[in-house]
């Protein structure tokens, strides 16, 4: 028996060393249905006009951006033409021949400690030109660049804001039993430049983004019970906020980044409470003998949505602060909760429990149409992009954790999965 | 250090260096398939070495004359298992509990930890909250039976702590439970 054990342990200590390195926590993005009809774009490749070769291809980190938003389809390289030198040089006809609808040039010019990108977004259709841009990026943030790059395409062509350049946080888990690793990961919103902020061998839950994109609030397990801590990203500051007898969970930021709503058992019973982060003061908001948790701030910052079990089972409540009557807004389905707000404040997602399992479900705040958005059996932990197109959330896959995204509407889905071991509750950064 | 042994050591040296510059490689199938197996082994093992803890068979206690250590004993048993997002103490669990309250009226000295747990079935928040109250159903009834409230200490993990990891019935059951962890014995 000790001798098998021995040997287990070499093997899976083999796992981790082909496991680990800079890939590890790498996540790959397949898009598992998209909408036909997306727009057809073509992205040149983007000259490196400096000695040696480019530190990145830009023109691909656009183009498989563009392509993982579902609403384009990115004509492959080798069937482009030859790209223009300049905007003077273009001519439509041989885009228009490739199927492109719209095309997009540019190069990068290294100064000294940076690189000028340039380029030029054209309706092949129209045979004009949408807009030209020059972005001066550090050299070692050409892919940041890239993501900017994207939103600035995003824009000119759908109108809307791209979120490409934003970040997502999520809690990654590999390993078993006593080598249980938790991690608090920030990444590239394409899964790229992962970077562990936090690791512990007990739970990390909640992650949430500072209204400002500098600080994160989440829950650890680190004393082995739940406790809030607030963590900058860029300075590794770390701060305990609520550490109170019983649960201390689900923080969120409020709009205004003063406040902090949050969900405390101090008393006995889970219910809501607004912290004022200047003077860590603690305002009770409800006050109920059942379970309060997950609250989520109106954009307005005037009310707050949140899950609770009042009426038996969990479902979905609103109540403007600074308290008062709660108002019942979800009826359809077993359970209803982690409602996530859109940015414009019409709708929320939220996790619908019913004979199927949990899946993703928008509510139109306006009409009281419910949508369901997502199939899956475990779909949790929504969170919106901070453009309202997409949102991202957890999913399982054979067991195991993975990130999903889907569009607003229902129609786009995608899957990231962690190349080895779990990944969850994501968190999309504010633009 | 005598010619032959430092031979031998700068060769096994040469070897080691030689495995360490192997270029990596994909795994084959086979290679794959068996790591997860032996991954799958190795954390079934865990379980069960949770498991007998959780029932206080651990084979790391000091083994001495304690009813705690009593395989016989109602003590032995430390696990409450729940219904879905439900937490009534089901009846066939009062006994053990009783057990549990009396030993601590007669040990003033012995803590419990009582853990709640959830199934995956639900919100992560949420259930981090029915974890506290299973915990807190188990509580009422120990300091009905004679535990000193400040003898118990109530601990949430709601789902973040699975004992089973398929997504069955079975597995489900086993993860929605209170467990009672002795942090002092007497």
Redesign the interface.
Known sequence: MIMKNRILQVWLLGFLLLAVGPAAAVLEVTVTEGVTGAIPVAVAPFAWEGPGSTPEDVGQIVGANLARSGLFDVISRERLPRAPDGPADFLAEPWAAAGAEYLVIGRMLPEEERVLIEFHVFDVLANQRLGGFRIPVPVEMLRRGAHRVSDIVYEQITGDKGAFSARIAYVGVTGQGDDRQFTLEVADSDGANPRTLFRSNQPIMSPEWAPDGRDLVYVSFENRRSEVFRHNVETGVRAKLAGFPGINSAPTWSPDGRRLALSLSRDGTPNLYVMDLETGGLTQVTRSNSIDTEPAWSPDGDSLFFTSDRAGSPQIYQMRLPGGAAQRLTFEGSSAGAATVSPDGKSLVYVQGGEGGLRLARLDLETRRVTLLTKGRYDKSPSFAPNGSMIIYSATDRGRGILGSVSRDGRVHQRLAARSGDVREPAWSPL | MNATTRWALVLLMAGLLAACAQP?RD?TEDERQ??EA??A???A???A??EADARGLGIDRDLQADPLDDPQSPLAERLVYFDF?RDTVRSEFIPMLEAHSRYLSQNPGAQLRLEGHTD???????N???G??RA?AVRRIMTLNGARDSQLD?????E??PVA???TEESWARNRRVELVYDVRR
């Open positions: 990596k795994l068996a790591m032996a991954a082994e190795a954390d093992a865990e379980r070495r949770r997002d995956e079935r639900g919100t992560r928040e949420y981090l909250a029915l506290e109250r807190q109530v601990v949430s993990y709601g973040e702590m990891f398929t997504q």
